[in-house]
């Protein structure tokens, strides 16, 4: 049987979720949209969480869930949330060959929970298929530790040199880092499926990297008209999660919090002064970590409003 | 309307138009090609100047600095200028008569790839070189591109450099940029540059690593050289590279090897390259040099001699096989084209040269295929071996014992390596595969591993020996 980790319980992912949800609101309330016509594809685990939170901002929104294991489909039947959605059993690539959007927008999250060459050559493919006006998302293991070693480095620059911004380097060791050359590989992998002469581009919208265990980077775009693009990143730029220019991508890692300290910061918040952390710190009279409690309680203030509530319900 | 005898009849006018050739010489090389044309040229420059050093880095101190983005493109080097003699070859279109001899170890003889590269980026540019006493600026301008009508149409003006130079050099600087190129140097940088770096690092492997330094955009380019395991154990079999060098009637001098760079492949290894493309890049197959630079890179194709002549074709199985050939002498003997990233498939040098590949390329398929399905083994071997570059392999294979090859059609000495072959030539092993269902694996695999994530085929093979210990008792 396979094994799922409680996807939906994770709490830097959820918040990267609710940062999806945000961003595709924000595009359809400055650029009008209109969600009804967008049909999403995601590979959306046995609970299918983002479906369950996409239904319920746009029902009327297509929805395609793209699931190779048996079982795992099996339980998705069980959790369907609603009836726009349609399980397909099949994996990435094949849907991939067949996917024909014409003019159809798409909204694609490729969540993926490793990191290999067929990840980028699957991005790649989105972004020369779907219609303009698309938005796509990748998530992609980010693990330095996996490449420590000459002989694990050079493995590294065999499966990824072709999009490595210098293919002699050994990968960096820091997770910072690592996002950052991520990201790079991806941009890189975005110039060379739509090379500048082409009017279509992928611009990039946010891009975080976290962990809940395994380390994470995602990035969100949208392929537009080259032409359309200044007027997005205007739609965006004051958005304090905003990464328009393939800046280093944001880090969440937001401290497990009671609801009862949650509401008591609740008062404080949201704060305009430097120094937020040591502010809420200094408000809830405590330290929650020994050494990076003032960060811990800046990444609150910075994402307090995706953090999602866990309470315990009767069924 | 004139009747014909009243029609002087004159001379036509059989001038080349200069759009002819902005247009069509272009057309036929990449942009990463231009540009490495323009650095044959700085490294002919230090061949010219007769500067370079002896040993093993020749090229030390030498550099040369590109830099780009959307409004320029500038390449600085400090490899000796050009000559106030050469003045009037350097900038014909094509080879004029004339010219003195051609320096042996350069690659430029076309005489265009100065021109090419600049006419492939934009409109206008400033070429500033010192050389000795001779310090001198060459501007093209839009307007003399497009003057074909004025009697000096082709002549370009010269005056003198303003500022002299610390070192004797030649600095390009292309301006007026065409707008696919611009888009490249300025949205598409991150790419271009990756691309542009890996040429280089690859194309000027050799060059770099004998101490000539490449800088793009700030970043100094680390070389990829291709490097064969030599095994100096005395035993043999051992494994070592092939070798075959000779030195032409007309001076051409050809040092060829061919050989392992890793150990070769598991069968697991070559099946998930199967299914799916695992590596982006890989250093195996053919690479060619003429005069330190390579022509071609990592060529796996009929153009090599794979899948010709008894040499199969190219497949994962033969990752582990790399080879170089380096050609050095007069540039008009080499086979190149006029890209200078190609080879003339149809010289009669290469073609006798790719013989001997072939023959080389057959020791390492063949030892390949005998250890298939026994690859750990093998890797011992391979493991007992160092990556030599191909300097140190010639500094090694001195002291070993070549054959001469005087019946063949290209006389030279060869070192053909005697590789371990597994002590029955016919395996007795077999090998056993089957597929099973995930799941059934996962659980197999956590009930005697405690772990349901090791690698299916130790699974595998741990049930099979468990079984053969029960069936033995």
């Given at each position: 049987m396979s094994f799922h980790p409680p996807y939906h319980l994770r709490l830097n992912k959820a918040i990267d979720r609710f940062i999806l949800i945000d961003t595709i609101i924000k595009l359809e309330r400055i650029?009008?949209?209109?969600?009804?016509?967008y049909t999403y594809y995601g590979?959306?685990?046995?609970?299918?969480e983002e479906f369950r939170i996409l239904s319920e901002l746009c029902p009327e929104m297509r929805m395609v869930s793209i699931e190779k294991d048996l079982d795992t489909l099996k339980r998705q039947r069980f959790h369907?949330?609603?009836?726009t959605l349609k399980l397909k059993n099949t994996d990435m690539k094949s849907f991939l060959i067949n996917?024909?959007?014409?003019?159809e927008k798409s909204i694609f999250w490729l969540d993926y929970t490793n990191f290999n060459l067929s990840a980028i050559e699957d991005f790649q493919i989105i972004l020369g298929k779907v219609a303009t006006n698309s938005i796509v998302k990748i998530t992609l293991q980010a693990m330095?530790?996996?490449?420590?070693g000459e002989e694990k480095a050079e493995t590294f620059r065999m499966e990824f040199g072709e999009f490595?911004?210098?293919?002699?380097i050994d990968p960096p060791l820091y997770k910072k880092d690592f996002a950052k050359l991520l990201q790079d590989m991806l941009q890189i992998a975005t110039q060379q499926i739509?090379?500048?002469?082409?009017?279509?581009v992928y611009q990039p919208l946010t891009s975080f990297y976290y962990a809940d265990g395994a380390n994470m980077f995602t990035l969100t775009g949208i392929v537009c008209k080259r032409s359309e693009r200044k007027n997005i990143r205007n739609l965006f730029k004051?958005?304090?999660?905003?990464?328009?220019?393939?800046?280093q991508p944001k880090h969440i890692d937001i401290p497990f919090l009671s609801t009862k300290e949650r509401l008591h910061l609740q008062k404080h918040l949201?704060?305009?002064?430097?120094n937020t952390g040591r502010r809420l710190m200094q408000a809830l009279g405590?330290?929650?970590?020994?050494?990076t409690s003032a960060q811990l309680m800046k990444q609150y203030a910075d994402f307090y409003r995706y953090y999602p509530y866990f309470v315990k319900a009767e069924p | 309307m004139k009747s014909t005898d009243q029609i002087q009849y004159e001379s036509v006018d059989a001038s080349p138009v200069k759009s002819f050739f902005v247009l069509m010489l272009t057309r036929d090389i990449s942009l990463e090609d231009a540009i490495l044309d323009l650095l044959d040229n700085c490294v002919d420059g230090i061949l010219r100047s007769k500067i370079k050093q002896r040993g093993?880095?020749?090229?030390?101190?030498y550099k040369a600095e590109i830099e780009f983005n959307k409004h320029t493109f500038m390449i600085r080097d400090?490899?000796?200028?050009?000559?106030w003699n050469l003045h009037d070859y350097a900038f014909?279109?094509?080879?004029?008569?004339?010219?003195p001899t051609v320096t042996p170890g350069?690659?430029?003889?076309?005489?265009?790839g100065l021109k090419r590269a600049i006419f492939k980026m934009g409109r206008d540019c400033l070429i500033s070189t010192q050389n000795g006493e001779h310090r001198y600026e060459v501007e093209i301008k839009p307007e003399w591109i497009d003057?074909?009508?004025?009697?000096?149409?082709w002549k370009i003006p010269v005056k003198p450099a303003k500022r002299s130079m610390k070192e004797d050099g030649t600095t390009i600087v292309i301006g007026d940029l065409y707008p696919g190129i611009a888009v490249r140097f300025n949205e598409d940088i991150k790419s271009f540059q990756s691309e542009l770096y890996r040429m280089v690092a690859t194309h000027y492997a050799y060059i770099i690593d004998k101490g000539f330094e490449v800088v793009i955009n700030g970043d100094s380019v680390q070389p990829r050289p291709t490097r064969l395991i030599f095994s100096s154990?005395?035993?043999?079999p051992n494994v070592q590279p092939f070798v075959f060098k000779t030195k032409t009637e007309d001076g051409v001098e050809v040092f060829l090897t061919v050989g392992f760079t890793r150990p070769i492949p598991s069968q697991d290894e070559i099946n998930s390259e199967q299914v799916e493309?695992?590596?982006?890049?890989?250093?195996a197959g053919w690479t060619i040099l003429c005069n330190d630079r390579a022509?071609?890179?990592c060529d796996r194709t009929?153009?090599?001699?794979?899948?010709e002549a008894g040499v199969p074709r190219?497949?994962?199985?033969?990752?582990?096989i790399s080879g170089v050939v380096e050609f050095r002498g007069d540039a008009s003997k080499l086979p190149t084209t006029t890209t200078k990233r190609?080879?003339?498939?149809?010289?009669q040098l290469y073609l006798q040269v790719k013989n001997k590949m072939r023959e080389g390329m057959q020791i390492f398929t063949n030892y390949t295929n005998k250890w298939k399905g026994q690859a750990d083994e093998a890797k011992k071997h391979i493991l007992r071996g160092k990556p030599l570059s191909i300097e140190e392999i010639k500094e090694e294979t001195e002291k070993l014992t070549f054959t001469t090859t005087?019946?063949?059609a290209l006389p030279g000495k060869q070192y053909k390596p005697l590789l371990p072959l597994p002590?029955?030539?016919?395996?007795?092993q077999r090998r056993i595969s089957f597929t099973k269902n995930i799941d059934d694996i996962k659980n197999v695999s956590d009930y005697l591993?405690?772990?349901?994530?090791?690698?299916p085929s130790v699974v595998g093979e741990k049930c099979f020996d468990l079984i053969l210990n029960e069936a033995r008792k």
């Open positions: 650029n009008g949209l209109a969600l009804a016509n590979l959306g685990g046995p609970y299918l369907l949330p609603c009836k996917y024909d959007p014409r003019d330095p530790k996996d490449y420590i490595m911004p210098d293919p002699s739509l090379p500048a002469n082409l009017d279509t004051n958005w304090r999660f905003a990464n328009l220019n393939w800046a949201p704060v305009k002064q430097k405590y330290k929650i970590d020994k050494n | 093993a880095k020749p090229y030390k101190g400090n490899c000796g200028g050009i000559p014909r279109m094509g080879p004029a008569s004339g010219r350069t690659v430029g003889i076309y005489g265009i003057d074909d009508e004025t009697e000096n149409a154990d005395k035993k043999t493309k695992r590596y982006s890049t890989h250093d022509v071609l890179y009929e153009l090599t001699g794979w899948g190219y497949h994962t199985q033969f990752i582990a190609g080879i003339d498939a149809s010289s005087k019946q063949t002590k029955k030539l016919e395996s007795q591993f405690q772990d349901e994530t090791v690698d």
